[in-house]
């Protein structure tokens, strides 16, 4: 029996994140096509709901930009689209610092 070619074999990929009670997030488009517009939440729990693969349910409160809860949603989210702010970033490309430009007076009139 001939062996698979190595190109076709599926590439495992890694489990995303699931949050926990406390986590802060940003919901975007990303985790589900319900929010248009993103919203910060804090993760009251994990829900044990029934769910297709690939997705969950979380109780969270809604932040405001102060960081205060103003209201309490049940969320239907997919956890690779999850974003944890303070995260940091990952690097990309060729990061450059930028030279600070000495200016001159300017003359008016």
Avoid: C, N
């Amino acid at each position: 029996m001939p062996d698979k070619p190595p190109d076709r074999e599926p590439t495992p990929r890694p489990k995303p994140r699931t949050p926990r009670s406390g986590d802060v997030l940003h919901l975007t488009r990303a985790a589900s096509v319900q929010f248009i517009h993103p919203i910060l939440v804090r993760v009251i729990r994990v829900l044990d709901w029934p769910t297709y693969d690939g997705w969950l349910w979380i109780d969270a409160y809604q932040l405001s930009a102060k960081g205060d809860a103003v209201a309490r949603r049940s969320l239907f989210v997919m956890p690779a689209g999850l974003i944890w702010p303070g995260t940091p970033a990952p690097k990309t490309g060729r990061q450059t610092a930028r030279a600070s430009v000495k200016r001159g007076p300017v003359r008016v009139g």
